[in-house]
């Protein structure tokens, strides 16, 4: 289990993007303490590399022409 500080540091980002993937539940996590109190928040590292995994984003492979840029021919 990772705390929200060290599921930053894995992830590359800070600690409020964590918090916020965790508000736009996002990130599955666990929220432990009391109601109405501050509690911890805990994250399981097969869900945080889960998450990451489906963030990824494949590259284009070839590169769209530049429309600004006019050939003479």
Not at 24 to 34: D, Q, S, T
Not at 39 to 59: H, P, T, W, Y
Request: aromatic content about 6%.
């Amino acid at each position: 289990m990772l705390t929200v500080k060290q599921a930053a540091e894995r992830s590359g980002v800070s600690e409020s993007l964590v918090y916020q993937w965790i508000n736009e539940r996002l990130l599955p996590h666990y929220r432990l303490g009391g109601k109405g109190k501050r509690g911890k928040v805990m994250i399981e590292e097969a869900d945080l590399s889960a998450f990451l995994a489906n963030c990824r984003q494949e590259a284009k492979p070839e590169i769209p022409p530049l429309k600004h840029i006019r050939i003479h021919g």
